[in-house]
Structure formats: structure tokens, C-alpha cells
């Protein structure tokens, strides 16, 4: 028990991490009605094009301090130039046919862009180091943070806020909202709803870089097979929270990061469960508590925002 509160701070900063990342699945189901399954790719094309920003266009020996922004810049052009072109030129074409299409589209996008990310990437066949910022860890009573951490845990109630602002008190946001409940009649209307939807795979592609910098810096390490699990978990957390239901993402992160830390941490303290406590079965523990909300809940934990359009 004296290590619960740093197991709860270890499970809350992977849950934001989820959250980033399953805001960008949860805002273009909410508005098209696709799982776009290359998100998690998206997410990794982000933080390697942070590094890029790092290792080939910044001097050698930049402070970290003048290099993040910079990077977080890098990682948000390059994963928001192809959420938009594959919206433009893989789900667009596709957007009026049956929905088994566009399904596929997604999980071949993410393949492709996992092997260009491994046969052109310098060295992209083994982990990558990422650079870290300098200082720390932190100690709070029981609980140690590391300086990574606090940036996920400075830029993850942000992002949200942002997001709750754009959404609820913009005009493009209010487009969003009525795009996601009723397209024709957003279109009647006077609303671009290609530009809206546009819209929707760009801020995703934004938080998903976001989480990948976070990725990077968290685990000081980047893999261009990253993608794959961590996209998958993220739709969990989507699911989990209600999808279409941007707050519920980042409520279903939190509920996923924090269940799957105390499972890996608790669940071998109980006798003749040992085995399955390791690290190699939170992935399996995530996908559990998706089948239980599922089965009890399927509509998620906050609801499932999307309007009938049948």
C-alpha cells in the first residue's frame, strides 16, 4: 500500500497519454463516422518529427529548453500534413461507401506508414534515443516525478482546455458540433463540412503529436512499431469513455492508464497469480476492461455522442 500513490501518479500519466491520443479517434468517428485505425502511426510520425527537429535542424547542443517548442511545432506539421492528406486523398474518395471500405483503408495506411517510417527513416530499425529534458526527479513525499512526466502532466489538462474552448466557443467548433449531428443539414446550413471535417483530422493529428513528444521524452526512447499498441490502447480509451464523446476520451485514458498500472502492479501479489503480473500482460489486462465495459456498458462510461443517422 505505501507504493499505491506513485502507482496512481504512474497511472495517471499514462491515462493523459491515452487521452491525447484517443481525442483525435473520438473527434473524426464523432464527425464522419470512421475508426480511423492509422491514428496510432500518426502518433508516431509526430514524435519522429520532433526528433528530426532535434538532430537535423537544430544546432548541435540546443538547450532543451529553447529545442521543445520547436520540436512540439515539428511533430504537429508532421503528423497534421498526413492526418490531412490521407483524409484528402484516402477517406475523402471513400466517404460515401460502405463503411467496411474506409475500414480497411485505415489499417493499410497504418502499415504504410509504419514501413516508410522503418526502410527511410536513419537507423529507424532500432529504437531511437530521444532527448531529455534536464533536471530532476522530483520528489513528493512517496511520489517520484520525473521532469518528463510533469511536461505530460502540464500539457494534458491544457490540451483539453484548449480543446473544450475551441469546440464549445468557436465558430468552427460550434461547425463541429453540428457536422457531427447532422451533415445535410450542417450543409444546408451554410457549413464547409469538408473544411470541418479537415478541421477534426488536424487538431487530432495535433494532440496525437503531442502524446508522441510526451512518449519520447517519458520513456527517452522512440520505435516506429510505437504506434501500433499504443493507437490500439487509445481506442480503447475512446471506447471506454463513450466514443464521440471528446471528454469521455480523456476519461476513458485515465480509467485505462490508471486500471492497467494497478493491475501490472497488484494482481501478482495475489497467491497463484504471479505469472500474471508482468509487464507483458497490462496490454492484456487494457483489452479485459474493454470487454467488461462492453458487456456492462457499451455505450461507455460518459455515453456515446454521435446522432442517429439512419
Known sequence: MNELPQQLVNGLLLGSMYGLVAIGYTMVYGIVQLINFAHGEIFMTGAFGALTV??????????????????????????????????????????????????????????????????????????????????????????????????????????????????????????????????????????????????????????????????????????????????????TAAVLGGIGNIYGAMIGGLVLGVAETLATAYIADIPGMDQFGSQSWADVWAFVLLILVLLFRPQGLLGERVADRA
Not at 124 to 149: C, M, N, R, Y
Open 54 to 235: 532535434y538532430l537535423y535542424i537544430l544546432p548541435n547542443g540546443t538547450s532543451m529548453w529553447i529545442a521543445l517548442p520547436l520540436m512540439l511545432i515539428g511533430a504537429a506539421l508532421v503528423s497534421t500534413t498526413i492526418a490531412v492528406g490521407a483524409e484528402r486523398f484516402a477517406y475523402r474518395p471513400l466517404r460515401n461507401a460502405p463503411r467496411l471500405a474506409p475500414l480497411i483503408t485505415a489499417i493499410g495506411l497504418s502499415l504504410a506508414l509504419q514501413q516508410a517510417v522503418w526502410a527511410w527513416y536513419p537507423h529507424a530499425k532500432s529504437a531511437l534515443t530521444f532527448p531529455e529534458i534536464p533536471g530532476g526527479p522530483f520528489h513528493i513525499g512517496d511520489v517520484t516525478i520525473q521532469t518528463g512526466d510533469i511536461f505530460l502532466l502540464v500539457v494534458a489538462p491544457i490540451s483539453m482546455g484548449v480543446l473544450a474552448y475551441f469546440v464549445m466557443k468557436t465558430r468552427t467548433g460550434r461547425g463541429m458540433q453540428a457536422t457531427a449531428q447532422d451533415p445535410d443539414t450542417a450543409k444546408l446550413m451554410g457549413i464547409n463540412t469538408d473544411r470541418i471535417i479537415v478541421v477534426a483530422f488536424a487538431l487530432g493529428a495535433i494532440f496525437a503529436a503531442i502524446g508522441g513528444v510526451a512518449y519520447g521524452l517519458k520513456y527517452g526512447q522512440i520505435d516506429f512499431r510505437m504506434g501500433f499498441i499504443l493507437g490500439l490502447k487509445a481506442f
